[in-house]
């Protein structure tokens, strides 16, 4: 299973970044996809997913800030961030779920918001 990050990189507060997160057909097709994020120091935390029907769930320190969506025809699931803050520096992992066996992960990008 091959999950392609990108998009990571260095903001201001305050400022906007999206990943991308790319992937085959049949993954795309049957997995939930979604967004962990991993500080210096921390564990691994969800940032937020989105079904296969366009559901959405979100961490509630990123509700309003961040927005999960997923283009079919491309196979692609991004994460819109806005109002970065520092705390928002991290490792950000692209997660693939799915039904009855383990989830996939990409390799992470890291996002680096200074103040």
């Known amino acids: 299973v091959q999950l392609q990050a990108s998009g990571g990189g260095a903001a201001q507060a305050g400022g906007s970044m999206r990943l991308s997160c790319a992937t085959s057909?049949?993954?795309?097709?049957?997995?939930?996809m979604g967004w962990y994020r991993q500080a210096p120091g921390k564990e691994r935390e969800l940032v937020a997913t989105?079904?296969?029907?366009?559901?959405?769930n979100y961490a509630d320190s990123m509700k309003g800030r961040f927005t999960i969506s997923r283009d079919d025809a491309k196979n692609t699931v991004y994460l819109q961030m806005n109002m970065l803050k520092p705390e928002d520096t991290a490792v950000y992992y692209c997660?693939?779920?799915?039904?009855?066996?383990?989830?996939?992960w990409g390799k992470g990008t890291q996002v680096t918001v200074s103040s």
């Open positions: 989105i079904s296969t029907g366009g559901s959405t």
């Open positions: 057909k049949n993954i795309f097709s049957r997995a939930r």
């Open positions: 997660i693939a779920i799915f039904v009855g066996d383990h989830p996939a």
